[in-house]
T-cell receptor, first 113, second 115 residues
Framework: DGGITQSPKYLFRKEGQNVTLSCEQN?????MYWYRQDPGQGLRLIYYSQIVNDFQKGDIAEGYSVSREKKESFPLTVTSAQKNPTAFYLCASRTGGGFSEQFFGPGTRLTVL | AQKITQTQPGMFVQEKEAVTLDCTYDTSDQSYGLFWYKQPSSGEMIFLIYQGSYDEQNATEGRYSLNFQKARKSANLVISASQLGDSAMYFC????????????FGDGTTLTVKP
C-alpha cells in the first residue's frame, strides 16, 4: 500500500540535544513538506522540497534543518537552537502543484524534557 | 502573502443535521486551490474536498460539499447528515498553483456531533 510513514510516533528529548524525525513516502511524489502543529492551532510550514537535493525554508525554519538525498525520504532535524520544540510534527507529500491534495503521515509527537 | 481565516473555534451539531464550517481567504494569486482536511483526535490529516479557483461549480464529495464564493473569497464546508464520527478538527487550506504549491492553513474549527 502506498503512503507516508513517520517514525517514531512519540519522541522524548533532553534540552540541548539534536533529534531527527524520519519521513518516508512510496507515492512517487516530487514535493514533500514538514509542518509543526501546536495544541489547538493550525499547521505551520517548516521546510519544503520540490525535487531531490533541493529544499526551501518555510515560515518557521529557524532551529530546524532538512535534507533530500532521495526522492522518497525527507528527514527533519530539530536542533538545540530551536527554543520551544515540543510540538506535533507532520510530514506531507503531493504529486506537485497547488491543485493536488497533500497526503500526510501519522505524525511525530516530540516532547522536550 | 496568503491568509486563511476560520472564525469558528468550536461548533456543535446534532446527529443527522447539516453543518457549515466557515472559511475565508486572502490571496493575490489568480490561480489557486482550496482544500478541506479533517483531523481526528488521533492526529492524522485526512483530505476531504478540493476546489480550484477556476472551477465554476461547487465541489462535492459524498456528504461533503464546498460552497465556493470567489467574489467574497469564501470556501465554506458543508457536511450533510452529520455522524458521530464527524467529530474532529477541520482545517481549511489554500495553495497557489505553482510547482511547490506551498500551502497555508487556517487555525481550524473543532466540530462536535451530539447524539
Amino acid at each position: 500500500d502506498g503512503g507516508i510513514t513517520q517514525s517514531p510516533k512519540y519522541l522524548f528529548r533532553k534540552e540541548g540535544q539534536n533529534v531527527t524525525l524520519s519521513c518516508e513516502q512510496n507515492l512517487n511524489h516530487d514535493a514533500m513538506y514538514w509542518y509543526r502543529q501546536d495544541p489547538g492551532q493550525g499547521l505551520r510550514l517548516i521546510y519544503y522540497s520540490q525535487i531531490v537535493n533541493d529544499f526551501q525554508k518555510g515560515d518557521i525554519a529557524e532551529g530546524y534543518s532538512v535534507s533530500r538525498e532521495k526522492k522518497e525520504s525527507f528527514p527533519l532535524t530539530v536542533t538545540s537552537a530551536q527554543k520551544n520544540p515540543t510540538a506535533f510534527y507532520l510530514c506531507a507529500s503531493r504529486t506537485g502543484g497547488g491543485f493536488s491534495e497533500q497526503f500526510f503521515g501519522p505524525g511525530t509527537r516530540l516532547t522536550v524534557l | 502573502a496568503q491568509k486563511i481565516t476560520q472564525t469558528q473555534p468550536g461548533m456543535f451539531v446534532q446527529e443527522k443535521e447539516a453543518v457549515t464550517l466557515d472559511c475565508t481567504y486572502d490571496t493575490s494569486d489568480q490561480s489557486y486551490g482550496l482544500f478541506w482536511y479533517k483531523q481526528p483526535s488521533s492526529g492524522e490529516m485526512i483530505f476531504l474536498i478540493y476546489q480550484g479557483s477556476y472551477d465554476e461549480q461547487n465541489a462535492t464529495e459524498g456528504r461533503y460539499s464546498l460552497n465556493f464564493q470567489k467574489a467574497r473569497k469564501s470556501a465554506n464546508l458543508v457536511i450533510s447528515a452529520s455522524q458521530l464520527g464527524d467529530s474532529a478538527m477541520y482545517f481549511c487550506a489554500m495553495s497557489p498553483n505553482t510547482n511547490a504549491g506551498k500551502s497555508t492553513f487556517g487555525d481550524g474549527t473543532t466540530l462536535t456531533v451530539k447524539p
